[in-house]
């Protein structure tokens, strides 16, 4: 069953420059229960399209189309007084850095509690007993609660704040590069607890990152984002085995494969168009070894290229040959 499905969907900053297309029609489907991972570089919209689902865009950014359809229900058009009730109750939101969801004056008891008691209605007993139940689930020990969040090493910063975004059982977690600033250790820790808190609840997650190892490792789907885009999707065993779009391809050769430690990275040389003006057809052209004439004229659909695999390439009929020269790092050469 499909929890979240997002068509078409743009989002715009305004700026002192023009106005930037963030999101340019990106596609998303999230199936109940299941993790999936929204991958690609910076600056690709990742964050911001977790926050349009949020509904926590800055004030320089609007939705300008598209849908959101969140337990079939279109959220685009709700107003802010119907679309708050939804946060923290039916979606949550973990963000990038764990300081920024803790608040470094209190302890990590008032701003449980605030949660529990004011958006969840519990009565302070209630919550206590809640809270303590959110820290095991997470791996903290209860005790916690009365510290500060400098008192705690960044794993135990990032626990805390999956704990609160878990307060009020939602349905679906965002979770916006929770791992980034851990040291590889701390990461899998982390990443252990948000695959068992999948099982264990039944939670739907989206868990944006810049990572493939990430993705390999903790989720059951991905999404490549790149300059703006949903360019390809599906199971991760799929993508990752025999990726269609040359982004994916040239993603999976630049992080190390530890079944071949003598494999060279194969870096992607160039940088994403600027998406002032983004241009009018494939927006990897420029930095595609594969390009033809065509790819730069007119934009690629996302289509079925494989069961459950959807792509936006004009070559991926051509996909097997193209993975066999992707090996290649002279193939990416400039």
Request: hydrophobic share 45%; proline share 8%; aromatic share 4%.
């Amino acid at each position: 069953m499909t929890l979240l499905s997002v068509r078409d969907l743009h989002v715009h900053y305004v700026t002192a420059q023009g106005m930037v297309r963030a999101v340019d029609g990106a596609d998303l489907e999230v199936p109940a229960g299941s993790i999936v991972g929204l991958v690609g570089e910076s600056g690709c919209g990742k964050s911001t399209l977790g926050r349009a689902l949020m509904g926590v865009l800055p004030a320089t950014a609007r939705i300008a189309g598209g849908s959101i359809r969140f337990e079939g229900r279109d959220l685009v058009p709700l107003p802010e007084r119907e679309r708050r009730p939804l946060r923290w109750r039916r979606m949550a939101f973990v963000p990038q850095t764990a300081m920024n969801a803790l608040d470094p004056v209190q302890r990590l008891r008032t701003q449980m509690l605030e949660v529990l008691c004011e958006r969840g209605g519990l009565s302070r007993p209630a919550a206590l007993d809640r809270a303590e139940t959110l820290l095991r689930l997470v791996g903290l020990d209860p005790h916690t609660l009365a510290d500060y969040p400098h008192q705690f090493s960044g794993g135990m910063r990032q626990r805390a704040s999956i704990a609160l975004a878990l307060a009020l059982e939602p349905a679906l977690v965002i979770a916006d590069e929770p791992v980034t600033a851990l040291d590889v250790i701390v990461q899998r820790q982390v990443l252990d607890v948000l695959r068992d808190l999948q099982h264990r609840l039944n939670l739907a997650m989206i868990l944006v990152t810049h990572d493939m190892a990430v993705v390999a490792y903790a989720c059951d789907r991905v999404a490549v984002m790149y300059a703006g885009q949903v360019v390809e999707s599906g199971p991760v065993a799929a993508v990752l085995e025999a990726p269609f779009h040359p982004y994916t391809m040239g993603l999976t050769h630049a992080f190390p494969d530890l079944r071949d430690d003598a494999a060279a990275l194969v870096p992607i040389e160039g940088a994403p168009p600027s998406l002032l003006a983004p241009p009018p057809g494939c927006r990897f052209a420029e930095r595609c070894p594969f390009a033809e004439p065509n790819c730069r004229a007119a934009p690629p659909p996302l289509a079925t290229v494989a069961t459950d695999h959807l792509a936006a390439c004009w070559r991926s009929a051509a996909a097997a040959d193209l993975r066999v020269r992707a090996m290649r790092p002279e193939t990416w050469a400039k």
